[in-house]
């Protein structure tokens, strides 16, 4: 790293969180933001803050995170697969960080590119899909701008493509064992007019077409 502590590049990964602990310190609407997402992939979250919002406190009354009552203390992120902080005191931010780099684990303190071993990008999700957009810190404002543009251009239509291809996937496999056929046939799907069939919410023919191209029947999904 340079003597900023910015990395030359950023390497974008997608994380599995499921099951795994989260610490968020704040309590505030950024950490109601960010909760949300976490739960929404399976983290267990534990936020440490004196004061909760209203959907935070809700949430914690209801079991789906841990509530320490409190401000943050070293110590704090023992266990943590990933630790988040609402900006807030300079000093508390500092030694969040400093006890996340000791453990070997990644921060993000918002809006405080010197303590953050990660950035969090804009995203735009449509079912399965999801499009990560960052400008490496230097302008979250125009992220947020192409984020919106995209959920303008991104309609349903991708997330009910990507919920049809997951069910054909597996069948696929079984019947064409062949790697290089099965990925001719998922270009001649993506390539073809399933996309806009769902998108005129011709679902019917949609399903159709697609198992058309694929040669295999959709696996309907356990009730």
Known sequence: MSGDRRPLA???????????????????????????????CGARVRVVAPELTPELE???LGGEIEHVARPYRPGDLEGAALALAEPGDPASDALFYAEAERRGIFANVED??????????????????????????RAPALAVRLRERLERELGPEYGALLGL???????????????????RRWYELVDSEVLALFREDRT?????LAEQIMGVAAEELDR
């Open 165 to 183: 291809a997951g069910r054909l996937r597996t069948p696929l496999a079984r019947t064409v064992p062949d790697f290089e056929e099965r990925r």
């Open 112 to 137: 405080d590119l010197e303590h953050c071993s990660f950035i969090m990008p804009a995203l735009v999700r449509r079912g399965d899909l999801v499009v990560a957009i960052s400008t490496s810190g």
């Open 58 to 60: 809700q949430r914690a």
């Open 10 to 40: 950023y390497y974008p990964v997608f994380l599995s969180l499921a099951e795994r602990l989260v610490v968020v310190k704040g309590g505030g609407p950024v950490a109601e933001r960010r909760v949300t997402g976490l739960l929404r």
């Open 204 to 208: 019917a023919e949609a399903r159709e």
